[in-house]
């Protein structure tokens, strides 16, 4: 199965897809948590990535093309499928998966547009807790973990992501409606898209996503 989930950040991307890959064995593949890593490591990559990522800002579409592309195009991505996780972002990053997916002779089954009130986004964000080992998700008030800066699956240490700073959510926001609302309609012409609530919990919205995907 080969999934995009697309939605303003906070909506559940990352919580989906984990769900996704824990019970239908496909990967993940975000490119948020790629570059994350790549700044955790210090790389060029990364340093270039940290720049716009602390305002708020997407990384340029070459470098973020062509991360992506050497994922897609990975043995282990063509054998059990995908899910990607905010990519693509921009229209010129939907077009180059196009190419890429034609490339490989695949095609997308579905793209998965959730959706949620904005004050929910933002209360959502500015209370969130990931782990720097698992990239388990938590919230501080709805799914706090079992000990205050540990992560209940792995012992690994929690953390704030330096961007869901009220002032950078604000802009994360906007670069959502201006930049990556298009793509939704990109996919809606082409017939793929599916539209779920992503305001439920997070079993509920899952229960949303396979639904449809059962039908692929
Ligand atoms: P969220 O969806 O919660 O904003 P992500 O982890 O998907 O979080 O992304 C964090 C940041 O990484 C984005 O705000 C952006 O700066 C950068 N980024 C992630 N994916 C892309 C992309 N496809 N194109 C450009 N920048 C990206």
Known sequence: ???ILIGPPGVGKGTQSALLVERLGVLQISSGEIFRR????????????????????LVPNGVTIEMMAKKIREPQAIKHGFVLDGFPRTVKQAMALTEIMDELDESLDKVVSLEAPEELIVSRLSARLGCTRCGEIYHAVNK?????????KCDGPLFVRQDDLPETIRERLRVFREQTAPVI?????????????GSLEAEGTYALITA?????
Not at 39 to 56: F, K, M, P, V, W
Not at 144 to 152: A, K, V, Y
Not at 185 to 197: C, M, P, Q, R, S
Request: glycine share 6%; aromatic share 6%; charged share 30%.
């Open 1 to 3: 199965m080969r999934l």
């Open 38 to 57: 790549e700044i955790e490591a210090n790389t060029d990559l990364g340093r270039l990535a940290q720049r716009y990522i602390s305002h708020g800002e």
């Open 144 to 152: 706090p973990p079992m000990r205050e800066e540990l992560c209940d």
């Open 185 to 197: 309609d990109f996919y809606k012409d082409k017939g793929v898209l599916v539209t779920i609530n």
């Open 212 to 216: 449809v995907t059962a039908k692929v």
